[in-house]
T-cell receptor
Framework: AQSVTQLGSHVSVSEGALVLLRCNYSSSVPPYLFWYVQYPNQGLQLLLKYTSAATLVKGINGFEAEFKKSETSFHLTKPSAHMSDAAEYFCAVSPSNDYKLSFGAGTTVTVRA | KAGVTQTPRYLIKTRGQQVTLSCSPISGHRSVSWYQQTPGQGLQFLFEYFSETQRNKGNFPGRFSGRQFSNSRSEMNVSTLELGDSALYLC????????????FGPGTRLTVL
């Protein structure tokens, strides 16, 4: 079974600082990987996805993630945090032969002025 | 293109009642998935439908059921509601399996009293 581990349930960064959110997955074969963001009282919005093409994936709002097979990781980064980045972020995995997403527990990001 | 819509947005029920939630996918999407989001359990997969067929089901009791219509719209039903069913229920649509991103609706907030 697929599983996803997000290290750190809360991350606090200063405006303009690097945002780094960690995600590790367990899978015998590289799955499809996704990062979603959720703002309060809203659904999930896709930030980016990895589907076995380039290992460095660029997404919306300046976010990017790097797939590292040897480390089974898919960490999300943004060089410079903005106040609008305050939200909850979810890493998700989908096996290549399945139709469901398995989510990590989520990381809440707060941005300090 | 219109996004995923869910109705109603908010619902209050009492224990023992049943409830039906509705989801209209993005035009052209034939896959609809349902997820339950709670503070304690996070995001959990309920089931996925494609062309009116349930392809995958999560680990939920039989009180949770769903269906998909020929126009890809989907409903989920929860019978004999329990307090623990209070959650945000999210619907997501996609073109198909694993590698395709899922687009989420705003969710239905169910409160069971």
């Amino acid at each position: 079974a697929q599983s996803v581990t997000q290290l750190g349930s809360h991350v606090s960064v200063s405006e303009g600082a690097l945002v780094l959110l960690r995600c590790n997955y367990s899978s015998s074969v590289p799955p499809y990987l996704f990062w979603y963001v959720q703002y309060p009282n809203q659904g999930l919005q896709l930030l980016l996805k990895y589907t076995s093409a380039a290992t460095l994936v660029k997404g919306i709002n300046g976010f990017e993630a790097e797939f590292k097979k040897s480390e089974t990781s898919f960490h999300l980064t943004k060089p410079s945090a903005h106040m609008s980045d305050a939200a909850e972020y979810f890493c998700a995995v989908s096996p290549s032969n399945d139709y469901k997403l398995s989510f990590g527990a989520g990381t809440t990001v707060t941005v300090r002025a | 293109k219109a996004g995923v819509t869910q109705t109603p947005r908010y619902l209050i029920k009492t224990r023992g009642q049943q409830v039906t939630l509705s989801c209209s996918p993005i035009s052209g999407h034939r896959s609809v998935s349902w997820y339950q989001q709670t503070p304690g359990q996070g995001l959990q997969f309920l089931f996925e439908y494609f062309s009116e067929t349930q392809r995958n089901k999560g680990n939920f009791p039989g009180r949770f059921s769903g269906r998909q219509f020929s126009n890809s719209r989907s409903e989920m039903n929860v019978s004999t509601l329990e307090l623990g069913d209070s959650a945000l229920y999210l619907c997501a649509s996609s073109l198909g399996g694993g590698r395709y991103e899922q687009f989420f609706g705003p969710g239905t907030r169910l409160t069971v009293l």
